[in-house]
């Protein structure tokens, strides 16, 4: 760990550095890089390569250091797993290998792991550069790397690469002049422009380095600033064809909305540091941080901290009650300050719903896919909508269980109420769009419902085949020149590459696998996520309904992920001219294609005769302590996550998984593989509902009617009292300043000058007369001379007592 | 009373002086030729050496024991020098002029009039 502890921080930092440096580059060289700064994309790709080497060698030393087990998890256990893999005769399949192994470990590894106590994850905490410290508070730039750091890192840095190398190729249109056929001017003609190639790479490296920041943040206050950092970028690149109005909108959107969570974020934040008087994640130099200040050991159950059940208790101490441990004791007994943790709690997740694009927030991430493709796909796997859902797992030992059951409750709405619009939508990206939002309502219901490891397991794997599916949906959209799926069909001859990688993405979203002995990565993920709530519902039978949510969800994904990907590729073309036009995509753009179908496979799968596997790691920084019961609730119990490996539990859980994704298929192939069944007349059959879905269930007009229009309606009063008095009070103000100035004006020109004037004129006269005397001639001036001293000495002669001459 | 013995007073002096000046004036104001009205200036300034140096006779000072009555005497030198200067000085001018206006006649030379 000491080893670590040097040389991780030093390598993550410069990791999440380098992309800053390629930005700061692009910003200040960038016009100048090639033409349209071409040479900006290799300088971003090789950025964020680097970062993705450094990450990769950061992954080895965490393994080297650290293994590939969960701390909780002794030899033992894994020589137990060893001797069920050899008793199973695991040499001969790979395939049957990982089944057996996935099967060994949930049923001896957890048992084994319930028996031990509970053990607070490995991590590094420091402070790189301290900003202020005013007092006891102190805002640092620090980091908390811990397994969950690294892998983030991995996975960020590598989808990330993929797609810089997927972009250099996608958007080589920037590479010239662009007319842009979407902005028609005023004189009607179409926008002609530079392309932008240099800045798109330029936002992309910002991007990273902003997300890779949030990820090495070691303190909320970090956390925050990379939190909007993240934000800014996503405005700029949604809003990359700013000249678009719908892009632009767009842009808007998803930063006012994204406001509107970070609104409540910040009364978390100030709830934590009014109260805790830190910002800090770990432990740093003595100093407890907020994880230990609110699960103190050894049992690390959640406590009120002291901090907290002061600030509730100001009356008291105000009435002279000393705050002795032992009263502190007692008031937290009578639960003073949980109130102020369930406001941190919720406000941090207010934060989270913004960027997690959660219900009711959710609006802003379909409009997002105004930005070009690369763009989507990295903003909806692996940096924005990521951030939220990393920082309530970050965050996860500070949430009470009312908040986690809020969380598991905004997840589930979420969850249904994307995957019901995304039935409905026609453009392929869209459906994507709902589909992120879909999973990220998974993700959310499975950390709500208690499921850290679930939540953040799924987490890992939709990122990579969502990214996936974004670039394949990039690819055709780059074939075709349209969004829109009834315009496309039967492109599967015609790029192969797309289509099956795509396939092998529709495979792993919907949870494709053959239960207990191999499946795609989100099998896996889907899997630990319905065994978390069946085992969820089993002690809290009133919130069955999650359950119900995930089980159907999973039914939806798997029928408009098949949906979207037979009415690309399969069938007749529908748009002979669109299909006549598309080809296959360049290698530079179906190669990180590949390499992400790869890990769409096979994220989840332990590496064959090792221990090492996304789970093991992940395990590694589950938060210590379990959720366990409610306080203001006392009937909300959360069960510990070990026991939704229990066998019933999984059996089941896997079960429904498997035919939910099997009833989404058929329903899809019936539809749209087959055609048994007509999609029209469903359509005409479930008008009603289908309006209302191709509506977004009219959340875009909810709102309008709620917040925009009563808005607008002040505004414009606000605007009229402007116009009408203040502007009218302005403009007497002026009228009378003019009038003033204008006599002020005349006054000056007629009195004053003319003074002056006159005065001048008159000299001038005085000197005009004057001049005649000046004849030039010398005589005549020795004769006034002359006769000027005469007439002095008479004059004094006569004058003067002869007192002076001496008479 | 003979003139040739008897102590010369002041007013013959003062007479002379006068007569003087009044010629170098006369001359300056009546003669068109510069150099003609350089040599009133110098008869102008001989007249007043001619008072200064009567004035400081030892004879009319109220302090005659303890004087030696050179003031008049210094100033006249000093008005001789000046004199001198002052022709050289001028019949420079004089001399541009001529070459201006080939002519050393001042009535022409009204350039300077207003």
């Given at each position: 760990m000491d080893h670590l502890a040097s040389t991780l921080p030093t390598l993550l930092g410069l990791a999440w550095l380098v992309p800053l440096v390629s930005f700061t580059l692009i910003v200040l060289f960038g016009s100048r890089m090639g033409k349209a700064g071409v040479l900006a994309g290799y300088v971003a790709t090789g950025a964020i390569l680097t970062s993705f080497l450094l990450s990769l060698t950061s992954l080895g030393l965490w393994l080297s250091e650290v293994g590939p087990l969960p701390e909780g998890a002794p030899a033992a256990v894994a020589h137990d797993e060893e001797d069920a893999h050899a008793a199973e005769g695991h040499d001969t399949h790979a395939a049957d290998e990982h089944a057996a192994n996935a099967h060994a470990a949930d049923e001896h590894g957890h048992d084994a792991h319930a028996a031990h106590a509970p053990v607070p994850p490995k991590y590094i905490a420091g402070v790189w550069y301290p900003l202020g410290i005013f007092d006891s508070l102190r805002i640092d730039i620090g980091y908390h790397i811990d397994a969950l750091t690294v892998c983030m890192f991995a996975m960020v840095t590598l989808i990330a690469s993929c797609i810089h190398f997927y972009a250099m190729g996608y958007m080589h249109d920037e590479l010239h002049d662009i007319t842009d056929h979407e902005v028609t001017l005023s004189n009607g003609h179409h926008l002609h422009r530079k392309g932008r190639f240099y800045r798109f790479f330029q936002y992309l490296s910002l991007f990273c380095f902003s997300m890779l920041g949030l990820v090495i943040a070691g303190n909320i206050a970090m956390v925050f600033v990379f939190w909007e950092l993240v934000g800014i970028c996503s405005y700029f690149l949604i809003g990359f064809y700013i000249e678009r109005k719908s892009a632009s909108n767009a842009a808007n959107k998803a930063f006012i909305v994204n406001r509107v969570g970070d609104f409540g974020m910040i009364i978390g934040l100030m709830a934590i540091w009014g109260s805790l008087g830190t910002f800090n994640f770990g432990d740093i130099d003595g100093q407890q941080g907020i994880f230990s200040l609110v699960r103190p050991g050894p049992e690390y159950a959640l406590t009120t901290p002291d901090g907290m059940v002061k600030s509730a208790a100001v009356e008291q101490i105000a009435a002279g009650e000393a705050p002795t441990p032992e009263k502190i004791n007692e008031w937290r007994n009578n639960k003073f300050g949980y109130g102020l943790l369930i406001v941190a709690g919720l406000g941090i997740f207010c934060g989270c719903v913004g960027k997690s694009a959660?219900?009711?927030?959710?609006?802003w991430l379909p409009d997002a896919m105004e930005g070009p493709t690369p763009v989507s796909a990295l903003v909806h796997s692996a940096t924005m909508v990521a951030a939220g859902v990393y920082l309530v797992g970050r965050f996860y030992p500070v949430f009470t269980p009312e908040v986690l059951l809020v969380i598991a409750y905004t997840g589930a709405i979420t969850l249904f109420l994307a995957a019901t619009i995304a039935i409905t939508a026609t453009d392929i990206k869209r459906v994507l769009a709902y589909s992120t939002v879909s999973q990220l309502g998974y993700m959310m219901l499975a950390l709500g419902g208690g499921g850290w490891f679930a939540g953040m397991y799924h987490l890992f794997t939709h990122a990579f085949f969502k990214s996936l599916l974004f670039m394949c949906a990039g690819s055709v959209i780059h074939a075709v020149h349209t969004n829109e799926m009834p315009q496309m069909g039967g492109l599967r001859k015609k790029m192969p590459w797309t289509a099956y990688t795509m396939l092998v993405g529709v495979l792993a979203i919907a949870g494709a696998g053959i239960p207990f002995v191999i499946g795609f990565s989100g099998f896996y993920s889907k899997d630990a996520i319905l065994a978390q709530h069946l085992s969820f519902a089993s002690t809290n039978s009133t919130h069955a309904i999650l359950y119900y949510a995930a089980a159907g969800g999973a039914a939806l994904t798997s029928f408009y992920m098949f949906r979207l990907w037979f009415m690309t590729f399969a069938g007749k073309p529908r748009d002979h001219h669109a299909y006549d036009h598309a080809h296959e995509s360049p290698k530079i753009m179906y190669v990180p294609l590949v390499i992400l179908s790869v890990f769409a496979v096979g994220v989840a799968w332990d590496l064959p005769f090792t221990d090492l596997s996304l789970q093991n790691l992940l395990e590694q920084a589950r938060p210590a302590g379990e959720v366990g019961a409610g306080v203001l609730w006392d009937s909300l119990a959360y069960p510990a996550e070990h026991l939704s490996h229990a066998h019933e539990i999984h059996v089941e859980a896997t079960l429904v998984a498997t035919s939910a994704a099997i009833v989404g298929f058929l329903l899809a192939l019936a539809f749209y593989g087959m055609h048994w069944l007509d999609a029209e007349d469903a359509r005409r059959q479930f008008s009603p509902i289908y309006r209302f879905l191709v509506n977004k269930w009219y959340f875009d007009e909810l709102y309008d009617f709620i917040f925009v229009r009563p808005v607008m309606f002040v505004s414009k009063l606000i605007s009229d009292f402007d116009r009408k008095w203040i502007d009218a009070f302005i403009d007497s103000t002026a009228h009378w300043t003019k009038a003033i100035a204008r006599f002020d004006d005349a006054f000056d020109r007629t009195v004053v000058d003319g003074l002056v004037n006159v005065l001048a004129a008159w000299t001038y006269s005085v000197a005009q007369s004057l001049r005649g005397i000046q004849t030039g001639r010398l005589r005549q001036y020795v004769m006034f001379i002359v006769v000027g001293t005469v007439g002095l000495f008479v004059l004094v002669s006569m004058f003067w007592s002869f007192a002076v001459a001496g008479g | 009373m003979n003139l040739l013995t008897a102590p010369l007073g002041v007013t013959p002096l003062l007479i002379v002086g006068a007569v003087l000046f009044v010629c170098g004036a006369v001359c300056m104001a009546t003669k068109r030729n510069a150099l003609g009205v350089l040599m009133g200036i110098e008869l102008v300034l001989n007249g007043a050496n001619v008072n200064f140096v009567a004035f400081s006779n030892p004879t009319l000072r109220a302090d005659s024991q303890f004087s030696l009555g050179l003031d008049g005497q210094l100033i006249a030198l000093f008005v001789i020098v000046l004199a001198a200067a002052e022709a050289a000085v001028a019949l420079a001018i004089v001399l541009n002029l001529y070459n201006n206006h080939a002519t050393v006649d001042l009535d022409r030379a009204d350039e300077l009039k207003g």
């Open positions: 959660q219900f009711p927030l959710h609006v | -």
